[in-house]
């Protein structure tokens, strides 16, 4: 095994802008990284450092390589890695990339790579998998049902039943980013226009009860001496908007404070939910935990094994907030990768 990184970002997901600026983030940081780009036909290409650096507006412009691809399609890239032996960075987000399947193909080829297995990764994921696991360890969750705009009838009678209970609701899809199609339903009214967008979507949504509270993030580590949660992140939303691209990456309509202004016992609880969490999911490295601060407690949303690392993502707010290093977090998650690959 060698001490050569390649940091790979791009991937065929509705995340892949938002996995560039990540890399640019993360490519400034480490020494020398071989930088490669899995474009949406499923190619690789082998890109300098700078050309990706100088890449601008990422969360809004597709990142287009100036040189040929260097693999037609990324299982050769990978069968070329396991023969050299690099350290792969996964500056990947949603989809395939953040699901269990492209950590599968790693780890059949034993290549050492950041972040959760393909197992954890696969449960943290499915949003519907992730609240049984955690709430099985005590976690609350909201009240929620599957729905599917392909299995009109049956969605329609499932929001009907939830807007019976609830005065409003969250749909988010039950397999990718929550910022990549959330909506909210206010009253009967809205379930068509819902069903019809969700039908154009063709996969399963997760139709949660609205939890009004305060709204935060909680990232976790692996520490030398165990796992750390990370100082809190607070996502304030202006009335009218939700949480969404725009506001997360784009920072239209939402102001995001860290550490968050909470009372210490709720930061504490908080980052509690977030250790518990990481341990249920079984997640490697670092993760991150949405929750909200409801009036009675506290409710768990969901877990992120590829949370970003932006230059404005929570995940290095957090770390500045504990005043760790990201250059040591990134040579932390390496030097786990290679030494799970070596267990």
Not at 146 to 175: C, E, F, M, Q, T
Request: charged letters at 25%; glycine letters at 8%; aromatic letters at 6%.
């Amino acid at each position: 095994m060698t001490s050569e990184v390649v940091l790979l970002f791009g991937g065929p997901t509705r995340e892949r802008l938002v996995s560039v600026a990540s890399a640019q983030n993360v490519a400034a940081l480490l020494d020398s990284p071989r930088c490669c780009f899995w474009a949406v036909d499923g190619a690789v290409f082998e890109v300098p450092r700078d050309e990706l650096l100088r890449h601008p507006r990422p969360f809004e412009q597709e990142f287009e390589p100036r040189r040929p691809a260097r693999w037609r399609e990324l299982k050769l890239a990978l069968d070329e890695f396991a023969a050299d032996g690099p350290t792969l960075f996964l500056a990947l987000h949603g989809g395939i990339a953040e699901n269990g399947t492209l950590q599968g193909w790693l780890e059949e080829r034993r290549i050492p790579f950041t972040g959760s297995g393909s197992a954890a990764s696969r449960d943290a994921f499915d949003k519907v998998r992730a609240r049984e696991i955690v709430s099985a360890q005590g976690a609350r969750v909201a009240e929620a049902r599957v729905v599917d705009g392909r299995d009109v009838p049956r969605a329609h009678a499932s929001l009907l039943d939830l807007l019976d209970r609830h005065p409003r609701l969250v749909l988010k899809p039950v397999a990718d980013g929550s910022s990549m199609g959330l909506q909210f339903l206010n009253d009967r009214s809205e379930i068509e226009p819902a069903l019809h967008r969700l039908k154009d979507e063709a996969q399963p949504y997760l139709a949660e009860a609205f939890v009004g509270g305060t709204e935060l993030t909680v990232g976790v580590i692996d520490q030398d001496d165990g796992l750390r949660a990370l100082p809190c992140s607070e996502i304030r939303v202006q009335a009218g908007t939700s949480f969404g691209y725009t506001a997360k990456y784009l920072g239209q309509g939402a102001r995001e404070i860290t550490p968050a202004e909470v009372a210490p016992e709720v930061a504490a609880q908080a980052q509690e939910l977030g250790l518990r969490a990481h341990r249920a999911l079984r997640c490697f490295g670092y993760s991150r935990t949405d929750l909200i601060v409801a009036k009675d407690g506290l409710v768990y949303l969901e877990t992120n094994t590829l949370p970003g690392l932006t230059r404005a993502s929570f995940i290095p707010q957090q770390l500045e907030a504990a005043r760790i290093p990201m250059q040591s977090f990134l040579a932390r998650q390496l030097a786990l990768a290679r030494r799970r690959v070596q267990a």
